[in-house]
């Protein structure tokens, strides 16, 4: 799985929580890369690499990097990478820790990374990055809570982290995990040229015998959606965040059955199980315009505080989703 990992063009790591394996993994993956000669370039959404956590005061698993990398990271945090640096570029990109400054790390050591906040820029950094070197495993650290640094076509492969840390309840986990990657591997609807166009230009559009498309009057607002809904619709697609709070209003509606809801990536989606089940049941699927590529499941079993997570966890997980699950323990 390494092996794949770094022939991808980009990487996310995402956590379902805190401490969830996200830096042990980000090494390994670091460590897997240094016979291969490729050059690394790291960034984050959020703030990763310190010492300690900042919340539950534990030690934390810093982040090693070998001479050569590309690192962006605040301005605030350049003395706190323990790394000769050539910096290459300022950003412009601001952050709550300063400008987002890219360097190339002149020797082995620690470096501690807060990247944008936003997706856009985010994805302004990578472009930034790309025209240093076009052919670096661009590899973006973030969180579930901020899901879109796995989608908008920012990464072209995703890790997903879980583990004791995102809950004490181990049932509770797996539900949330086991949803978490089918949403990352919701099936891939290619529309029409036309109708891309036309959904670009607007807040959503409904496919059937024809094609309607419109904004909607307020945020989030889907009741005039929902009144344009036939029975002979096969497909509503939304260019936006698609919430818990819009599925409920399309299952309020008896008559919404038997058709595809796209939204433009996994990450669109804002759904708990209960609602998920509701939608499979009245047959309502989701779908997304641009895929995205669920790699690895990362298990990280034990906790900051309290027990952790015993071998079933992972052995149940396994059974449960279709894509590799590693403890990142034993990697």
């Known amino acids: 799985m390494p092996s794949r990992l770094l022939q991808a063009e980009s990487v996310a790591i995402v956590g379902l929580e805190k401490n969830t394996g996200k830096t042990t993994f980000l090494n390994y993956l670091i460590e897997q890369n240094r016979t291969g000669q490729r050059r690394l370039a790291l960034t984050s959404i959020?703030?990763?690499?310190?010492?300690?956590?900042?919340?539950?005061?534990?030690?934390?698993?810093?982040?090693?990097?070998?001479k050569g990398t590309l690192t962006a990271t605040a301005r605030r945090l350049l003395p706190r990478s323990k790394v000769e640096k050539d910096i290459l570029l300022l950003s412009g990109i601001p952050s709550s820790l300063g400008e987002i400054v890219i360097f190339q790390t002149l020797d082995d050591g620690f470096v501690e990374l807060a990247g944008p906040a936003t997706i856009e820029q985010t994805k302004q950094l990578k472009d930034m990055i790309r025209a240093l070197d076009?052919?670096?495993?661009?590899i973006v650290d973030g969180a579930l809570s901020r899901l879109s640094s796995a989608g908008h076509g920012l990464a072209e492969e995703i890790v997903l982290c879980t583990g004791a840390s995102v809950h004490p309840d181990q049932?509770?986990?797996?539900?949330?995990?086991?949803?978490?990657?089918?949403?990352?591997?919701?099936?891939?609807?290619?529309?029409?040229?036309?109708?891309s166009k036309l959904l670009a230009q607007n807040d959503?559009?409904?496919?059937?015998?024809?094609?309607?498309?419109?904004?909607?009057?307020?945020?989030?607002?889907?009741?005039?959606?929902?009144?344009?809904?036939?029975?002979?619709?096969?497909?509503?697609?939304?260019?936006?965040?698609?919430?818990?709070?819009?599925?409920?209003?399309?299952?309020?509606?008896?008559?919404?059955?038997?058709?595809?809801?796209?939204?433009?990536?996994?990450?669109?989606?804002?759904?708990?199980?209960?609602?998920?089940?509701?939608?499979?049941?009245?047959?309502?699927?989701?779908?997304?315009?641009?895929?995205?590529?669920l790699?690895?499941?990362?298990?990280?079993?034990?906790?900051?505080?309290?027990?952790?997570?015993?071998?079933?966890f992972l052995e149940t997980l396994k059974r449960r989703i279709d894509v590799p699950v590693i403890d990142v323990r034993r990697m």
């Open 46 to 66: 959020g703030y990763d690499g310190e010492a300690t956590d900042l919340v539950t005061k534990t030690a934390k698993p810093r982040i090693y990097v070998p």
């Open 134 to 138: 076009d052919e670096a495993l661009f």
């Open 171 to 195: 049932t509770k986990v797996l539900e949330e995990t086991v949803l978490a990657a089918e949403l990352l591997q919701l099936p891939v609807v290619s529309l029409p040229e036309d109708q």
């Open 204 to 293: 959503y559009l409904i496919a059937g015998d024809d094609v309607r498309a419109d904004r909607f009057n307020g945020p989030l607002d889907i009741t005039q959606l929902i009144e344009q809904v036939t029975p002979s619709d096969d497909l509503i697609a939304l260019n936006g965040v698609i919430t818990q709070e819009m599925l409920h209003e399309l299952l309020g509606v008896p008559a919404i059955e038997n058709i595809r809801l796209v939204g433009q990536d996994p990450t669109r989606f804002f759904v708990d199980q209960p609602t998920f089940d509701r939608l499979k049941r009245r047959n309502i699927l989701l779908q997304v315009a641009q895929a995205s590529h």
């Open 295 to 312: 790699a690895l499941v990362v298990v990280n079993p034990s906790a900051p505080r309290g027990p952790g997570f015993g071998p079933d």
